[in-house]
T-cell receptor
């Protein structure tokens, strides 16, 4: 079973920041938080990951709470192309038996 | 960056026939690949883990005789849906684990008529 909880869907106006929350209250000390997204009829795309520090890349920012029980993915200036299902996943980095188990994710609608 | 090529992107086959889907890691070696299935409006469901040179490990409830997986090289894994039926119609996605993490293919939409 997925170890994360995400809202089923969210709306965001184009040009605004999209903030997608994720709860992972049972996360272990060696588990990272990963975010992927899936645009309709495509394979999942990696967005960002982090352990405990906030992270930023060209796509998004990841804010992890100090107790690591929740995180927020931020898309700073959402565009229509960001409409997708966003998956928050926790996993041990490159563990031999590691595999990605997807939860239901959040369906993000960017509104024009 | 790492690229995974999946072919075909879509296929239509007759009920009772078999269909092979290929998953290739183009610029890295992948000792482990994964196959997922996704029905409309649902999340990806892991079907099996494919390890180069050994038998695949199937998730509970997945018929290994129906979904044949071959991982004969470090860059190629294939999924064969044998004796396909309409209920096998789905979106199949592969993923390869390499040095930079996981990379996903673009998916194959299988329609069995």
């Amino acid at each position: 079973d997925a170890k994360t909880t995400q809202p089923t869907s969210m709306d965001c106006a184009e040009g605004r920041a999209a903030n997608l929350p994720c709860n992972h209250s049972t996360i272990s000390g060696n588990e990272y938080v990963y975010w992927y997204r899936q645009i309709h009829s495509q394979g999942p795309q990696y967005i960002i990951h982090g352990l405990k520090n906030n992270e930023t890349n060209e796509m998004a920012s990841l804010i992890i709470t100090e107790d690591r029980k929740s995180s927020t993915l931020i898309l700073p200036h959402a565009t229509l192309r960001d409409t997708a299902v966003y998956y928050c996943i926790v996993r041990v980095l490159m563990n031999r038996d590691d595999k990605i188990i997807f939860g239901k994710g959040t369906r993000l609608h960017i509104l024009p | 960056g790492a690229v995974v090529s999946q072919h075909p992107s879509w296929v239509i086959c007759k009920s009772g026939t078999s269909v092979k889907i290929e998953c290739r890691s183009l610029d890295f070696q992948a000792t482990t690949m994964f196959w997922y299935r996704q029905f409309p409006k649902q999340s990806l469901m892991l079907m099996a883990t494919s390890n180069e040179g050994s038998k695949a490990t199937y998730e509970q409830g997945v018929e290994k005789d129906k979904f044949l997986i071959n991982h004969a090289s470090l860059t190629l894994s294939t999924l064969t849906v044998t004796s396909a039926h309409p209920e096998d119609s789905s979106f199949y996605i592969c993923s390869a684990r390499g040095g930079q993490g996981y990379t996903f293919g673009s998916g194959t939409r299988l329609t069995v008529v």
